[in-house]
Nanobody
Framework: QVQLVESGGGSVEAGGSLRLSCVGSGNFFRPNAMDWYRQAPGKERELVATSTRDHTTSYVDSVKGRFTISRENAANTVYLQMDKLKADDSGVYYC???????????WGQGIQVTVSS
C-alpha cells in the first residue's frame, strides 16, 4: 500500500507565496518521477511541474519563473514553492509518484490552494 500526504495549502492573496509538501510512504521502490498536478473547478487536471530522481525539472508555461519543484529522495518527499501567486493558480493540487521498478503511479488526496485577487 502506498500513501502520499500533501500539506501546506491554504488561502493567500495574489502576489503571495505558499509551499506545498508531499511525503510518500509504503510499498514502492525509489520513486522516479515525483510531480505536481492541479485541477481548477470545471477544468481538467493539468501537470504543473515534474521532477526526476536526478533532479531534472520541467514546468507548464504558466508557472515558469514563479514555481519551483524540489525533492528529497531519501525522504521520498517533493516540494512545490509557489511565489507571485495569481488567482488562476487556485485549485486542488495533487502530487504523484512513479515507482521506479513497476512504473505504477500513485496519487495524493489533494490539497486546496485559493488565491484571492
Amino acid at each position: 500500500q502506498v500513501q502520499l500526504v500533501e500539506s501546506g495549502g491554504g488561502s493567500v492573496e495574489a502576489g503571495g507565496s505558499l509551499r506545498l509538501s508531499c511525503v510518500g510512504s509504503g510499498n514502492f521502490f525509489r520513486p522516479n518521477a515525483m510531480d505536481w498536478y492541479r485541477q481548477a473547478p470545471g477544468k481538467e487536471r493539468e501537470l504543473v511541474a515534474t521532477s526526476t530522481r536526478d533532479h531534472t525539472t520541467s514546468y507548464v508555461d504558466s508557472v515558469k519563473g514563479r514555481f519551483t519543484i524540489s525533492r528529497e529522495n531519501a525522504a521520498n518527499t517533493v516540494y512545490l514553492q509557489m511565489d507571485k501567486l495569481k488567482a488562476d493558480d487556485s485549485g486542488v493540487y495533487y502530487c504523484q509518484l512513479e515507482d521506479r521498478f513497476t512504473h505504477n503511479r500513485y496519487w495524493g488526496q489533494g490539497i486546496q490552494v485559493t488565491v484571492s485577487s
